[in-house]
T-cell receptor, first 115, second 109 residues
Framework: GAGVSQSPRYKVAKRGQDVALRCDPISGHVSLFWYQQALGQGPEFLTYFQNEAQLDKSGLPSDRFFAERPEGSVSTLKIQRTQQEDSAVYLC?????????????FGQGTRLTVV | GQQLNQSPQSMFIQEGEDVSMNCTSSSIFNTWLWYKQEPGEGPVLLIALYKAGELTSNGRLTAQFGITRKDSFLNISASIPSDVGIYFCAGLNAGKSTFGDGTTLTVKP
């Protein structure tokens, strides 16, 4: 597709449930980022992939969060045993080059609500 | 970690007025970006600044990269109703963006 695609757009999970969020970056983009955006705040960095390699996961808030990009294209962010504080919009972004200081292209995000 | 202070938090203005918002940081960034986010959408890039002191325009938008590389401002001239949204600054190092908490702009016709 022409842009970054994320699915599902909305997810309601019961506390304790596992969820998986998908990101399809722009075709050919090397770098992929996940961000978490809480209500009323700016996006906060979670993790970064260069092709299939996860180079930085310093922003993942706990070991319940796990991300993968096994073939260097589609990425999945998995949250185990969801908690209410996990409720947020999860944004995926991609950049064409590795580590480039250029702008990222964002998807529309997945709004996760944990009840 | 790195933090950006963005101000003002919100603005209510009349159509036709000019708007100014800014970001400051305790850390140096190699690139400053300004994004706009509308409800239910991801951030969309407005202006990118790559050099300290750089002043860049995009239509009615003008942004500057501070000399110290720790600050940036965004001006919107002659605002129109479709300027409504949340504006984010972001500092960029090695591809990783650090965002401010946004300025919510409301434009009254």
């Amino acid at each position: 597709g022409a842009g970054v695609s994320q699915s599902p757009r909305y997810k309601v999970a019961k506390r304790g449930q596992d969820v998986a969020l998908r990101c399809d970056p722009i075709s050919g983009h090397v770098s992929l980022f996940w961000y978490q955006q809480a209500l009323g705040q700016g996006p906060e960095f979670l993790t970064y992939f260069q092709n299939e390699a996860q180079l930085d996961k310093s922003g993942l808030p706990s070991d319940r969060f796990f991300a993968e990009r096994p073939e260097g294209s589609v990425s999945t962010l998995k949250i185990q045993r969801t908690q209410q504080e996990d409720s947020a919009v999860y944004l995926c972004a991609s950049i064409p080059l590795r580590g480039a200081n250029t702008e990222a292209f964002f998807g529309q995000g997945t709004r996760l609500t944990v009840v | 970690g790195q933090q950006l202070n963005q101000s003002p938090q919100s603005m209510f203005i009349q159509e036709g007025e000019d708007v100014s918002m800014n970001c400051t940081s305790s850390s140096i960034f190699n690139t400053w970006l300004w994004y706009k986010q509308e409800p239910g959408e991801g951030p969309v890039l407005l202006i990118a600044l790559y050099k300290a002191g750089e002043l860049t325009s995009n239509g009615r938008l003008t942004a500057q990269f501070g000399i110290t590389r720790k600050d940036s401002f965004l001006n919107i001239s002659a605002s129109i109703p479709s300027d409504v949204g949340i504006y984010f600054c972001a500092g960029l190092n090695a591809g990783k963006s650090t965002f401010g908490d946004g300025t919510t702009l409301t434009v009254k016709p």
